[in-house]
């Protein structure tokens, strides 16, 4: 029945391209890409990393969120790595290596990113200098700062 | 003192600005691998189908430079890129090609249908030598010199107007 469901599910779908997208999965999954590590403490590991890599082929989910085969592949190498001892850094820059930040949700400060973290603390000090000279001034005004002179 | 309140204005003027210049233009669907320069990771991968040779990194040292192709028979724009492969193949250029996620029945009808370019084809099951050479993607086209090095990446099917770009880069990797 199943078997005929497909056939069916083919013939609408073949003539779309859709089927060719399914024949990808048609391939039994990479042995960890479905499969938790036995171990709790490396599973645990591994989920953790693999929340914060990129899936490369849906760009917005994380491959741990990911149905996407390569995603499942990734998730292999993760797992696959950790049980053979490798820590998640290793296996982050592992990946950074190969396809860059892009890669990885959790930014590192580098030679294109400094300016998210630095802008910010910017933002911040110059705040910070604005309110000292206001509340400066109303001091040396002679206005009583902490009151309800205001 | 008035033109500290035309300063909100002008941000969101600058910002909506900001937004439709890029709603204009085109959005990076590619992710180039970080591993061009760099000698390709040792791997062995079995043969994709019967009566074919597998391919290892030893396939790719010593003589041409040759072309890595990372392809699929259940890939599409794979189809369209056959031809192209083919032409290459015309002017003498070794192709190898890497079947991911693939079974060995898939590959020989898509070869009988769409012609066969490559001198091996390596299966890679769980994209493996895909994660190692940072593709991305199906299809992909690597150069690679005589010494195993990494020297060109081409995102995507290769057009005709990639032959003679491929051919260039193959020229300059010698």
Same mark, same amino acid.
């Given at each position: 029945?199943?078997?005929?469901?497909?056939?069916?599910?083919?013939?609408?779908? +073949?003539?779309?391209?859709?089927?060719?997208?399914?024949?990808?999965?048609?391939?039994?999954?990479?042995?960890?890409?479905?499969?938790? !590590?036995?171990?709790?403490?490396?599973?645990?590991?591994?989920?953790?990393?693999?929340?914060?890599?990129?899936?490369?082929?849906?760009? @917005?989910?994380?491959?741990?969120? @990911?149905?996407?085969?390569?995603?499942?592949?990734?998730?292999?190498?993760?797992?696959?790595?950790?049980?053979? +001892?490798?820590?998640?850094?290793?296996?982050?820059?592992?990946?950074?290596?190969?396809?860059?930040?892009?890669?990885?949700?959790?930014?590192?400060?580098?030679?294109?990113?400094?300016? !998210?973290?630095?802008?910010?603390?910017?933002?911040?000090?110059?705040?910070?200098?604005?309110?000292?000279?206001?509340? +400066?001034?109303?001091? @040396?005004?002679?206005?009583?700062?902490? +009151?309800?002179?205001? | 003192?008035?033109?500290? &309140?035309?300063?909100?204005?002008?941000? &969101?003027?600058?910002?909506?600005?900001?937004?439709?210049?890029?709603?204009?233009?085109?959005?990076?669907?590619?992710?180039?691998?970080?591993?061009?320069?760099?000698?390709?990771?040792? &791997? =062995?991968?079995?043969?994709?189908?019967?009566?074919?040779?597998?391919?290892?990194? =030893?396939? &790719?040292?010593?003589?041409?430079?040759?072309?890595?192709?990372?392809?699929?028979?259940?890939?599409?724009?794979?189809?369209?890129?056959?031809?192209?492969?083919? /032409?290459?193949?015309?002017?003498?250029?070794?192709?190898?090609?890497?079947?991911? /996620?693939?079974?060995?029945?898939?590959?020989?009808?898509?070869? =009988?249908?769409?012609?066969?370019?490559?001198?091996?084809?390596?299966?890679?099951?769980?994209?493996?030598?895909?994660?190692?050479?940072?593709?991305?993607?199906?299809?992909?086209?690597?150069?690679?010199?005589?010494?195993?090095?990494? /020297?060109?990446?081409?995102?995507?099917?290769?057009?005709?107007?990639?032959?003679?770009?491929?051919?260039?880069?193959?020229?300059?990797? /010698?």
């Amino acid at each position: 029945m199943m078997r005929f469901a497909l056939a069916i599910l083919a013939l609408i779908a +073949g003539p779309l391209g859709v089927g060719q997208a399914l024949a990808q999965q048609a391939m039994p999954p990479a042995p960890y890409a479905y499969v938790q !590590l036995e171990n709790p403490v490396l599973e645990a590991e591994a989920s953790a990393l693999m929340e914060t890599l990129r899936c490369l082929k849906c760009q @917005s989910q994380s491959i741990n969120d @990911s149905d996407a085969p390569m995603a499942g592949d990734m998730r292999h190498q993760v797992r696959s790595r950790i049980l053979a +001892g490798e820590s998640p850094d290793q296996i982050r820059s592992w990946l950074v290596q190969r396809y860059g930040d892009y890669v990885s949700y959790e930014p590192e400060v580098s030679a294109t990113t400094w300016p !998210l973290f630095a802008i910010p603390l910017l933002l911040l000090a110059i705040v910070g200098l604005v309110l000292l000279r206001r509340l +400066g001034k109303r001091r @040396s005004d002679g206005i009583d700062v902490g +009151g309800e002179a205001v | 003192m008035r033109i500290i &309140f035309a300063i909100p204005l002008a941000l &969101f003027l600058f910002f909506a600005g900001l937004a439709a210049y890029m709603l204009t233009q085109d959005k990076a669907q590619t992710i180039p691998s970080q591993m061009i320069e760099q000698p390709l990771p040792e &791997f =062995s991968l079995q043969p994709a189908l019967d009566g074919m040779p597998g391919a290892s990194k =030893s396939d &790719f040292i010593g003589g041409e430079p040759r072309l890595l192709n990372i392809w699929a028979s259940w890939c599409l724009p794979c189809i369209a890129e056959a031809p192209h492969l083919e /032409r290459l193949k015309d002017e003498g250029v070794d192709i190898i090609g890497i079947a991911v /996620r693939d079974q060995p029945a898939a590959v020989a009808d898509f070869l =009988s249908r769409y012609g066969n370019p490559y001198s091996r084809i390596g299966a890679d099951d769980i994209s493996a030598l895909m994660l190692e050479i940072g593709a991305s993607g199906v299809p992909e086209t690597y150069v690679i010199d005589a010494q195993g090095n990494i /020297r060109y990446q081409h995102i995507g099917d290769v057009r005709a107007e990639t032959v003679p770009l491929l051919l260039e880069k193959l020229e300059e990797a /010698r």
